[in-house]
Every structure is written in C-alpha cells, then in structure tokens.
C-alpha cells in the first residue's frame, strides 16, 4: 500500500537559515508528489508538484527514486514560510494520501 | 472566480445527533473529494466523486457516514448518529479531472461532537 511518512511533526529554525522538510514514499510505480501548505487561518493550497518542476517562493523539491524521498527544501527561510507542510501522493482512486505533516515555525 | 465552499463554518452537535455538510465546488470541476482533518491523525480521504458517482467509498470510515452529490456539483456529507471520534475538521475538494491535477481545497467545517 502507498504511504507517505513525513518524519518531523515540528521544525523550528531561524529566519535566513536553510530549511528542509522531509518526506519519504512508499510506492510501486513512478511516483507523482506534492507539496501542500497551510498557513495560520488559511486554506490548504498546493505549493509545488514534482511534475512541474517548479520553484515556488523559493522551495524546491526534488524526486529521488533510490531514497524514496521527496524533500522540501529553501535556502534561506523566511518568517511567513511558517505553516503547516503536507507531502502528498495521488491514489488509485485519484485521492491524495497525505503525510502527517510538518508544522515549520522560522524565528526571527 | 469563487474558490470551494463549505458550509457551516462551525457546527456543535450532541451525540447521537445527524448532521450534514455542504461542499459547493469550483464550477466545472468534475471531481471532488472529502478529507477529514483530525489531530494525530492528519489529513484522511473520505470519499471521491467523479461525476455524482463514487467509484470508491472505502475511504468512508463508517456506515454512519454517506455522501452525495448531485447535478454534478453540491456535495453533502453526512453523519448520522455522531459520535465523540467524529469531531474533526471536513474538508472538501475539487478539481478538474486529472490524477496529477491541482486539488483546490474550501476552508472546511470544524465539527464538534460534545
């Protein structure tokens, strides 16, 4: 069965400091993953998906296939990048199943 | 455009009680999905609509719960005899069909079953 894991319930760093949150898969197959973030009050919104290869307010994730894993990272992280990150993967029934997610605070 | 919709916001109900949840999706998406949202226990995939059919309901945790949606839009999702475990946030979904398409989700409704 598919499973995200999502290791840290909460990281904290400081403002400017490099930031990564971890997430690893289980899957058969060639994975597709999200990320999915939620700020204080706000809804849960997509972030970024590895077929797009994207960056968004500078997070990047990369797929690596040997280690299962799906990490977020950002160079220098910023005090509105605190929130609550979910790393996801679609299902058979085309649901996301999600990771327990990781609740990121960045001190000033 | 408008983004999803669910309604109440907030809704306190006793034990035992029925209470049903309204989920109006972004207008032209075919999919939609409920999520429960529950401390410990993350986000949970409930049940999924493509159309107004639900090929899968095995998310459904249990015979308490049933959903529907019709016209190919309005979601209800409904507890019925709700127990203090159903206490959780809702959230609904949508999205154009796709697997790998954008899930937009709506602001939820917080559920509190005293």
């Known amino acids: 069965a598919q499973r995200v894991t999502q290791p840290e319930k909460l990281l904290s760093v400081f403002k400017g400091a490099p930031v990564e949150l971890k997430c690893n898969y289980s899957?058969?197959?060639?994975?597709?993953l999200f990320w999915y973030v939620q700020y204080s009050r706000q809804r849960l919104q997509l972030l970024l998906r590895?077929?797009s290869r994207e960056s968004i307010k500078g997070f990047t994730a990369d797929l690596n296939k040997g280690e299962t894993s799906f990490h977020l990272k950002k160079p220098f992280a910023q005090e509105e990048d605190s929130a609550m990150y979910y790393c996801a993967l679609p299902g058979s029934a085309r649901q996301l199943t999600f990771g327990s997610g990781t609740q990121l605070t960045v001190l000033p | 455009g408008a983004g999803v919709s669910q309604s109440p916001s907030n809704k306190v109900t006793e034990k035992g009680k029925d209470v049903e949840l309204r989920c109006d999706p972004i207008s032209g998406h075919t999919a939609l999905y409920w999520y429960r949202q529950s401390l410990g226990q993350g986000l949970e995939f409930l049940i999924y609509?493509?159309?107004?059919?639900?090929?899968?309901k095995s998310g459904l945790p249990s015979d308490r719960f049933s959903a529907e949606r019709t016209g190919g839009s309005v979601s209800t999702l409904t507890i019925q005899r709700t127990q203090q475990e159903d206490s959780a946030v809702y959230l609904c979904?949508?999205?154009?069909?796709?697997?790998?398409?954008?899930?937009?989700f709506g602001p939820g409704t917080r559920l509190t079953v005293l």
């Open positions: 979904a949508s999205s154009v069909t796709g697997l790998y398409n954008e899930q937009f």
């Open positions: 609509f493509q159309g107004n059919s639900a090929p899968d």
């Open positions: 590895h077929i």
């Open positions: 899957y058969s197959g060639s994975p597709e």
